[in-house]
């Protein structure tokens, strides 16, 4: 069981609040780009923020957000409207007359996963509870008893180089190297799973009341894109991308 998500509350919103934010327009659903990419009937192209697609299968990611938004009016509420650099517009997309963003309900399907890019506590705690409850139900890719890959399986891990993937495991020891900081969760530092953390980021753990060396010998959770150097990497841009589990 998560004791703490850092920096989420402690008590988890309803699904419904907290990714409100600014409105950013509104249109109808032309066409579904790819898993969480749509077009709107006035040329615009939207990428929904916060998430991030839960399956390799390009086909079936696309099918799974097509059935929700295919042709229905949609309210856009975002942090920034700001386009990246392929002109697309992110956003927290609203069906007419719902006040749940899409992204809980792709969420609540298991068809896709919480990413590390919210900055609003309240908007990422309710994401995280549309994650959780799918995971409760088994749904989508949680029916998968491997979607969290295991911290002692590098090899498990090192199959998804690229993608965006939840580990789960036990840091074994906290390390220092130059500017880098290593949560090592095997013996073999070159081969085994690590959490890599600069020295950067120690600012933002030192105001979020957590230092690295205090998840030594706690069981934790952490998501973001697999890298291979030796053995493979997830790299901690966010605080966030770190859970606390229960136990040891």
Known sequence: MVASLLLLSAGTPAMSTGCTFEPQGEGRVAAVIDARTFRLDDGREVRLAGIVPAVADRTKAIAALSAIITGRDVTLRGE????????RQPAFAFLAGSETPVQSELLLRGEALVSTEVTDKDCAAGLVAAEAEAQRAKNGTWADPAAIKNAESPGDILAGIGRFTVVEGKDLSVRQAGATTYLNFGRNWTRDFAVTI???????????????????????????YVEARSGPRIEVLRVGQIEVLGGN
Request: glycine share 8%; no cysteine.
């Open 80 to 87: 920034d409207d700001t386009p990246d650099r392929y002109g």
């Open 198 to 224: 600069s020295r950067r980021m120690m600012p933002a753990f030192e105001a979020a009341g957590l230092l690295p060396k205090s998840l030594e010998n706690r069981r934790i959770r952490v998501r973001g």
